[in-house]
């Protein structure tokens, strides 16, 4: 295939055969039990959604079609192998696995970021509905709703008036959301240079450039080859992590109402912007920064242990600690610490050295604590420090760089549920009195 529409062409009716043969067979299958617990506690552990790009284990952390993080830094084409500067996988890569479950070739890659590139730049409606907004009103909300403005030109829309066939619903949804991958950055640029000042907010986008390449000149970083590779880096990891996840989930929820992909990641974007999930992000930085001016740039390990000790004695939670499924310290986590220390420019920044130095402490701190089932960070508690020591230190921004990137796995998502005819989302909902009832 030489383009991904191709591939994934070819790719859906395997996928179809394998649910056919699943169903054939296993249709009154037990996937487990559910208990009282799992209701009560946020549905944590029921496999009750079918989700392709990504497969999340408590001890292993995230597999993207049974490749590690490090499986993708070696197999995926990276910067260099396009002849880009730098050296970092790409987001188009990841975003080709992630659909097809295979590994593209340097070429197919070039041919994805052209054609993202070819559709990078925003009508002028959604320019004016960006600049209406107020500059307080947060990043997120700004990105969530010229998100689901860009559905005036959806073409699943477009198509389902017009009565299009079930079995055709992927093809116009797959041209949605290749749209909206490609013009994610420009309506993040436009928000960061309303409401922070930089970049120029033009959409000068770049044929010849990759997607985060286009994303850092409109941002205003792109003469720093530093930051335009972490931010591969950090959009490649944060694309998918399997389907339960708030973010994807919603997109999942809303799309199986047939609402378009411009309207679901819209509502998977308000969803990323909690701060138990995506606004995490930010969060961390606060935190460090309280810190910080608490105790110091320089401050001890026993400092460190207190501050900790006094957050979660003052009923806060530590932010970038803890994960409702991983037990482990996350490898997106290790990926971003990987690239602090092979970057001697960040290595001795005070906010990585210190994010460093944390995530040797809170594990033992809040280890203690009996309730907290993983101690260990998350990916949020690293990313903030690399944005910032590149000079981007807006922390109310942060969650929109996770928010460009999340469509790469929630999207592909919603491609494969059409493609597989899945049906509208409706689980049973129980009362107090109905599980009285029930329960006796
Ligand atoms: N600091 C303090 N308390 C924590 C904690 C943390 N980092 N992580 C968990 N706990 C607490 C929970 O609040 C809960 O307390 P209560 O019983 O009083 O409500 C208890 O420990 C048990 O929680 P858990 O089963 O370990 O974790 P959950 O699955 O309920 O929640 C998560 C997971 C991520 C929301 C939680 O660990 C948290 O709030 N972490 C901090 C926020 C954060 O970093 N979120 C980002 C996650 C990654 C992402 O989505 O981007």
Redesign the pocket.
């Known amino acids: 295939a030489s383009t991904l529409k191709e591939a994934v062409a070819e790719a859906i009716p395997k996928k179809q055969e394998r649910l056919k043969a699943l169903k054939a067979k296993h249709s009154n299958t037990s996937l487990g039990d559910i208990k009282l617990d799992n209701l009560l506690g946020?549905m944590?552990g029921l496999k009750v959604m079918l989700w392709e790009g990504s497969v999340l284990d408590a001890e292993r952390g995230i597999a993207f079609h049974g490749k590690s993080i490090p499986d993708c830094e070696k197999e995926l084409p990276s910067a260099k192998d396009l002849g880009l500067k730098g050296k970092e996988m790409l987001p188009e890569s990841m975003l080709w696995l992630l659909l097809t479950g295979e590994v593209p070739t340097a070429d197919q890659v070039r041919g994805l970021s052209a054609e993202l590139a070819s559709k990078g730049k925003l009508p002028s409606y959604v320019e004016k509905i960006i600049d209406s907004f107020p500059k307080t009103l947060h990043p997120m909300t700004q990105f969530a709703a010229a998100t689901a403005a860009l559905n005036h030109d959806s073409a699943f829309s477009a198509a389902y008036t017009k009565g299009i066939k079930k079995a055709e619903y992927w093809s116009p949804t797959f041209d949605d959301s290749i749209d909206l991958i490609a013009k994610l950055p420009a309506v993040a640029a436009r928000i960061y240079y309303n409401v922070h000042g930089k970049g120029d907010g033009k959409q000068a986008i770049d044929p010849n450039l990759d997607l985060i390449g286009n994303f850092s000149n409109m941002l205003g970083y792109g003469d720093s080859v530093g930051m335009t590779d972490f931010l591969r880096l950090y959009i490649a990891i944060h694309g998918d992590h399997e389907g339960g996840?708030?973010s994807a989930h919603t997109s999942h929820l809303v799309g199986s109402a047939l609402s378009d992909p411009f309207l679901s990641y819209s509502a998977a974007l308000l969803g990323l912007a909690g701060?138990?999930?995506?606004l995490?992000?930010q969060?961390?930085l606060v935190w460090f920064k309280g810190m910080q001016e608490s105790i110091g740039q320089e401050a001890s390990d026993q400092q460190i242990e207190k501050y900790l000790e006094d957050t979660?004695a003052s009923g806060?939670?530590?932010?970038?600690?803890?994960?409702?499924v991983l037990r482990q310290p996350d490898p997106r986590f290790s990926a971003l610490s990987r690239f602090y220390e092979q970057t001697p420019e960040l290595r001795d920044q005070p906010l990585v050295k210190m994010v460093q130095q944390v995530s040797k402490i809170a594990p033992v701190v809040?280890g203690r604590?009996n309730?907290?089932?993983?101690p260990f960070p998350?990916?949020?508690?690293a990313s903030g420090a690399g944005l910032t020591a590149y000079g981007m230190t807006e922390m109310n921004f942060y969650t929109v760089v996770?928010g460009v990137s999340r469509a790469l796995g929630a999207l592909p998502n919603l491609v494969m549920a059409r493609a597989l005819g899945l049906p509208i989302e409706r689980p049973k909902s129980m009362s107090i009195e109905a599980l009285e009832k029930s329960l006796k």
């Open positions: 946020g944590r996840n708030v701060p138990l999930h995506g995490a992000n969060e961390v979660l806060r939670v530590v932010p970038g600690y803890g994960h409702a809040l604590s309730k907290i089932k993983n998350n990916v949020d508690a996770f």
